[in-house]
């Protein structure tokens, strides 16, 4: 069965380096997410990405936040100058045609030194 | 505006007897709901979903969730918990749409469900 595959599963940086969080979405998919969940907090949304451009993003996501489709089949999201409280699981999804149904990766866990 | 209240944070049952995870939601459009199940270390997984005319959903591995626009409920149920249930469960609102335009998930706080043998 196709799934979301995302690397590396845990990242650990210094605080004002910058990361990139990798994310293989299922192959015929056309939509494509981030979300995060800070530990004991809620999953968030963070951006949605179809057609080479953002859909929509959330308040979290801002300029230290970047997400590309670099060849057409992976998914990566930059933090440019990580924080201590960018530390989180974060989480990659993709959905297909209908009914904004999603499927989720088993997540990176970024720490932040 | 939408969102989700999972009304217990810890459920705890016996193996083989009932589970009921409570979920209300609130959205000022027509709801997609779903229930997504994370085990440790894992990723979240599909358990259900709602999305049309048939209120009583069945999902995977015997949970089913009825949808109840009167109460605004969604609430899920397994007539018998096994141990490999033991996980956390979110209950999750989205717009319905039948074609996916990227609308981004809204979820509830979790709920952690163990099961004693």
């Known amino acids: 069965e196709p799934e979301v595959t995302q690397t590396p599963s845990h990242q650990v940086t210094q605080m004002g380096q910058e990361v990139i969080l990798r994310c293989v979405p299922i192959?015929?998919?056309?939509?494509f997410y981030w979300y995060r969940q800070i530990l004991g907090q809620k999953v968030e949304f963070l951006v949605s990405f179809y057609n080479n451009e953002i859909s929509e993003k959330s308040e979290i996501f801002d300029d230290q936040f970047s997400v590309e489709r670099p060849d057409g089949s992976n998914f990566t999201l930059k933090i440019r100058s990580t924080k201590l409280e960018d530390s989180a699981m974060y989480f990659c999804?993709?959905?297909?045609?209908?009914?904004?149904?999603?499927?989720f990766g088993p997540g990176t866990r970024l720490t932040v030194l | 505006a939408q969102s989700v209240t999972q009304l217990d944070s810890h459920v705890s049952v016996s193996e083989g007897t009932p589970v009921l995870l409570r979920c209300n939601y609130s959205s000022s459009y027509s709801p997609s709901l779903f229930w997504y199940v994370q085990h440790p270390n894992k990723g979240l997984q599909l358990l259900l979903k709602y999305t049309s005319a048939a209120t009583l959903v069945k999902g995977i591995n015997g949970f089913e969730a009825e949808f109840k626009k009167s109460e605004t409920s969604f609430h899920l149920t397994k007539p018998s918990a096994h141990m490999s249930d033991a996980a956390e469960y979110f209950c999750v609102v989205t717009e319905r749409m039948i074609y996916n335009q990227g609308g981004k998930l809204i979820f509830g706080q979790g709920t952690e469900l163990s099961v004693k043998p």
């Open positions: 192959s015929n998919h056309l939509y």
């Open positions: 999804a993709s959905g297909g045609r209908f009914y904004n149904e999603q499927f």
